[in-house]
């Protein structure tokens, strides 16, 4: 076994040496190097006539050609396969290799493991009211989108964040994937979620109220009465202010927009399925990333981490949400109403 390799100089001298006629002895001795290295040296070189290395083959490659083409067809043909499933596969045939040798095939064939996007899944109709809506809004003033109060529910896990799951493979790095992903299993050790309504606007946020039970339409006529308009009045928004709003049922129910008319709240008139449009969607995200850093153990810590990390939400963060709204229309023009960055 070689301890060490001589440079790229040394061998050139050795076949220099060799050239003008000195033995293999003379020229170990010259050089201070083995005899049987001068040997290897000039063998080398007058089979090859270079002492420049050369391409190496390496340890054989534990998979058969068969499998490996298996594999790279599995992982292409079922783009949430994982490398368990993958591993077991290749162990049933024989073949028992380690996680990162599976991985390293995919990514020689082009295959990368990506986490799904939480994207809902649009029609033409969908995308036809998004482009509508970006479109008729691209030349609103700033002020205007100050004066809106944009609105949500989500659910917030007590272990784990459900917005990253779902590992997939088949997919070139380049490609984006946009599709409605299931909801992750339940926790083997327990745990639970809660579910929160919550208000903003480029003033800051507004109000947060834990939604007990399942919502309905009277429920959500209490949550607007009890923090509407405080959190308008807290953010100073006036009387003249805009409510934002998803299409769900509840909040578009005939008895909830009568509610609307009856405290003369303008309401925006929303297109479906566009969560990329609403930029509390962001927030949403920051929130859950800041509430699970926290490391709530039961669900009474959960609420009490979510009312505090949504306080916490800087009125630097709500205006530069506001502020580079017009970029957000933008971009779904650009997508002709498909999903987006945002």
């Known amino acids: ?46 089979e090859y006539q270079t002492t420049a290395n050369l391409p190496r083959p ?29 591993q077991r596969s290749t162990a049933e045939v024989g073949d028992s290799v380690h996680r990162t040798t599976i991985s390293r095939i995919l990514h ?8 799904a996007r ?23 003033t700033p002020n205007m989108w100050k004066k809106v109060l944009w609105s949500d529910e989500t659910k917030i896990e007590l272990f784990g964040n459900n917005a990253r799951h779902c590992i997939m493979f088949g997919v070139k790095a380049t490609q984006l994937i946009t599709l409605n992903t299931p909801s992750p299993p339940p926790s083997p ?26 919502m309905d339409g009277a429920k959500y006529r209490t949550i607007l009465e009890e923090n509407l308009m405080e959190s308008a009045k807290d953010l100073r928004l006036g009387r003249r202010f805009v409510f934002q709003q998803d299409n769900d049922p509840k909040h ?53 981490f979510c009312k ?4 916490k939400m800087s009125v630097s963060r709500c205006a530069k949400l506001i502020e580079t709204y017009p970029k957000r229309l933008t971009a779904v023009i650009a997508a002709k109403g498909g999903a987006t960055k945002y």
């Open 1 to 46: 076994m070689k301890n060490k390799e001589h440079t790229r100089q040394v061998r050139d001298t050795v076949v220099k040496k060799f050239k003008a006629g000195f033995g293999y002895k003379k020229i170990s001795q010259a050089l201070n190097i083995p005899r049987s290295t001068v040997q290897a040296i000039i063998l080398k070189w007058k």
């Open 58 to 86: 390496g340890h054989p490659s534990k998979l058969s050609a068969h499998t490996r083409r298996r594999l790279i067809r599995d992982a292409a043909k079922r783009p949430m396969i994982t490398l368990d499933e993958l």
């Open 108 to 115: 020689k064939s082009g295959l990368y493991g990506r986490v």
């Open 118 to 140: 939480r994207k809902p899944f649009l029609k033409d109709i969908h995308k036809k009211c998004c482009l509508k809506f970006a479109t008729s809004h691209l030349g609103d």
């Open 189 to 214: 050790h327990g745990g639970g979620s809660i579910m929160v309504w919550a208000c903003f606007s480029s003033a800051g946020t507004g109000k947060m109220v834990k939604i007990d039970g399942k």
């Open 252 to 304: 578009k129910a005939k008895s909830t927009m009568e509610w609307f008319k009856n405290k003369h709240i303008q309401v925006l008139e929303w297109p479906s399925q566009s969560p990329d449009l609403n930029p509390i969607e962001n927030l949403w995200k920051e929130l859950k990333t800041a509430v699970h850093k926290c490391s709530p153990s039961n669900l009474t810590e959960l609420k009490l």
């Open 308 to 311: 505090e990390e949504w306080e």
